[in-house]
């Protein structure tokens, strides 16, 4: 994958390319980075697909501004630009966990620009819990920081989220984990993000209200053993929110289906893509 750099508005935005054909723009998950999509967008590649894997604004090699209002409409808004930027019309649009909520967004105030959606895990389905809508309140947000990205709370918490912790949890792994939030600019655009609850979350911003207003095929993928959105109390949830969608479960999985089990991910996406291209080439 080849690494890229646009500025939007004002913003950089760094992505990773690979590929020909009907483009698929990935977006990662909260405190993670375009490259986790690295394996899975290679297997969508080889399938006949032009993957944009994003870093999403905050995250990764894209800017990380402190001083902004973040929202769904904002993160909206630059993904549509970055699809002008390269002359594309649409895109099917393939999110993870906070990702899944982003394409969610994107799909209702830009729907437009949205061919498809493949939600992985997908947040914007249930409620936030409290403890992290008071993360932009003033100290609790530094405390939960701090908390947060703690050697132990890491390990525990990524241990938690795949079925088969090894031997994807490695030492080098929970550091990179750590050090997404970790230094000057990360902490800062996490605060950042923090305060800014209102304005991304789907409830408060009356985004969720819509989702019956979508109409794109929508593919919803779940891990058996996701135990941070499980399926019982998500995926099922999601599946009869958004209409016509539908929902795999794949087994022996966490909430990283595209790094515990990409082969399989990729396999139900690529059936997918390749349906929803039929039904409506983008």
């Not at 006949?48 to 929202?71: C, E, M, Q, T």
């Not at 649409?90 to 906070?98: L, Q, T």
């Not at 249930?126 to 947000?141: A, D, E, M, N």
Request: glycine share 12%; charged share 15%.
């Amino acid at each position: 994958m080849q690494s890229h750099y646009l500025t939007i508005d004002g913003h950089r935005l760094h992505w990773m390319e690979l590929g020909n054909g009907p483009a698929v723009l990935m977006l990662h998950g909260f405190a993670r980075s375009a490259e986790d999509w690295r394996t899975t967008g290679t297997y969508l590649a080889n399938m006949g697909y032009r993957v944009l894997a994003v870093d999403a604004l905050g995250f990764g090699h894209s800017d990380k501004p402190g001083n902004i209002r973040y929202s769904l409409a904002l993160m909206a808004d630059l993904f549509a630009g970055l699809l002008d930027g390269l002359g594309l019309e649409r895109a099917f649009f393939v999110g993870h966990s906070m990702g899944g909520k982003y394409a969610l967004g994107t799909a209702v105030l830009q729907p437009k620009r949205v061919a498809g959606l493949g939600l992985v895990g997908s947040d914007g389905f249930v409620r936030s819990p409290f403890l992290t809508q008071t993360g932009g309140w003033p100290v609790i947000g530094h405390l939960l920081l701090w908390f947060s990205s703690h050697p132990f709370v890491v390990r525990t918490m990524y241990e938690a989220s795949f079925a088969n912790p090894q031997p994807i949890v490695t030492d080098e792994f929970l550091a990179l984990g750590r050090a997404a939030m970790l230094g000057s600019e990360n902490s800062r655009a996490l605060r950042a993000l923090s305060r800014c609850y209102a304005t991304i979350d789907v409830n408060r911003t009356g985004v969720r209200k819509r989702f019956s207003q979508i109409q794109v095929p929508t593919l919803l993928i779940w891990g058996d053993q996701d135990r941070v959105f499980p399926v019982e109390r998500t995926g099922r949830v999601a599946a009869t929110t958004i209409p016509n969608a539908r929902l795999a479960v794949i087994p022996n999985c966490g909430h990283f289906p595209h790094l515990e089990t990409p082969r399989a991910l990729a396999g139900l996406l690529g059936g997918f893509l390749a349906h929803a291209h039929r039904v409506a080439p983008w």
